[in-house]
């Protein structure tokens, strides 16, 4: 297809501030964008975090490009900033242009026609989890795509392979509501604290056990005699790992008031963005801040963060109504009942709380003020003591152990050298993406498949964009491809 197409080049210098950089970016509102890492890298990455979290920009397809010396260092830090696309800097740059437009719409971008390879094997694809943080007896884990609950994964790496040598982890707990991160999903993985042959041999029990405590009364199904036998097992399993559980406890004890811990958590409605501009070094929020220019694709972004102060500026699209629409998601929410702070109204407090029967509610007839929201933060997480670290340990997300792998079990069904096929037995959403590490190292970007695409109707079959390659890999891939034809014959 033939697009018109209009440049915009942001020059980023010394002085490059990223929230106002964000301001031009929204004015300018892109299709496309790419970041250059290449300069300033720990900017550019505050600058994809402010487009990323916004609700109405997080459709722009948002490029990272990279030198070499970058690779390592920001490309897992850009993806868990949500950066959906990853490009190695070189002469080939056919999926710099045509990756992008396939995020943007996958029935916009027509490929030149690559050599599909047949069923491949020997796939080593990761999902990444971002920790949020330590417990002492599971990682509390947030990440894009679905995971099983009550089943045992086998992790890449951890923070207390130090202590727990054990790679295998139990997922017990899913949720999709307070998350931290601009991340879809969170998740309890417990420890499995030991793995060796007696523990994968009573795994089972151990299941087994765990589903005794929640509901007593199976016991009549499993039978006096094996429950003796997973009691017998249970008291086993905690002699041998009660060592390493007394170190992780001592671990944790020395390290909960270390890393900054989570903080209070503010979403900010304001399509003026005055908030953004009247930041700086001499006005700052020490908090976890979520700006929205608007709630423009419905308010799922109240319940998945859960907000301990809303900002409310009635602005243009932000109306009263719109309002209403954010205090009913509110309501819908079990245990939940934030402080709003509503700017730029005619309304009285006293009249608003008693008309919509809410009372943590202030209103201002001013537009949206830094300083008073600042004084509501700091009262409310005094308060509520949110940034305590209560027998937690917080990894900073610029530590390596802040992310963590899963090994995915996936069947790769073809691929070309841009496009990846392959089924899963768990759902994953639009946009996830994984690690390749081997055959070939790289990232795969899960996006819908083409109206007259291959393997539309296949059931449980995902198509992704292949991505964050350099040349060699790319040569690499070719290989791979042309010997699946060999193997076959």
Known sequence: KEFDLVFNILDTTEAFIPRLKFLKVYDLFPDIMYVDFS??????????????????????????????????????????????????????????????????????????????????????????LRVGYIEDNYFHVETESYLKVGEILEVESHPLESIMQSKKVFVSKYYDRDLYYNKRFAYDLEFIYI????????????????????????????????????????????????????????????????????????????????????????????????????????????????????VYNETGRNTYEEFLNVLNAINEIDNYDPYILLFNTDEMTKAVREELGYEKILTFKAHVDIHDVK??????????????????????????????????????????????YFTSDVEIPMWTIFHVNKPIKMLLTVVPHKDDGHFKHEKNLYRCLINGVGELEKEKLRRLINKSFMIDD
């Not at 190695?88 to 390879?117: C, M, T």
């Not at 199976?218 to 039978?223: R, S, T």
């Open 195 to 310: 793995d060796d042959d007696y523990f994968a041999a009573t795994n089972r029990n151990w299941l087994l056990y765990k589903q005794l405590k929640k509901d007593p009364s199976k016991i009549e199904d499993i039978g006096k005699k094996h429950h003796k036998e997973i009691l017998r097992d249970m008291k086993n399993r905690k002699l041998q790992f009660s060592r390493i559980k007394r170190a992780i406890d001592e671990w944790i004890s020395k390290r909960q008031n270390q890393n900054v811990p989570k903080k209070l958590k503010i979403m900010i409605i304001d399509d003026e963005l005055k908030f953004i501009h009247d930041m700086g070094p001499e006005v700052w929020i020490p908090y976890s801040l979520n700006i929205q220019t608007h709630l423009k694709y419905g308010t799922y972004q109240i319940r998945r963060t859960m907000p301990h102060l809303i």
């Open 39 to 128: 300069y300033l890298p720990d900017k550019c990455l505050e600058l994809c975090k402010y487009i990323t979290r916004n609700n109405e920009m997080r459709r722009v397809s948002l490029v990272g490009m990279y030198g070499q010396s970058e690779i390592k260092s920001y490309i897992n830090q850009s993806i868990a900033a949500s950066v959906r696309l990853h490009h190695i800097k070189s002469i080939d740059v056919h999926d710099a242009i045509y990756n992008p437009i396939s995020l943007l719409d996958v029935n916009l971008a027509h490929r030149p026609e690559f050599v599909r390879s047949k069923e491949l094997d020997h796939f080593e694809i990761n999902q990444m």
């Open 375 to 420: 004084k509501m933060a700091e009262a409310l997480d005094e308060k509520l003591g949110i940034s305590n670290a209560k027998n937690k340990v917080f990894i900073d997300s610029q530590n390596e152990a802040s992310s963590i792998f899963i090994k995915r079990k996936v069947k790769v069904i073809a691929m070309t050298e841009s496009i990846l």
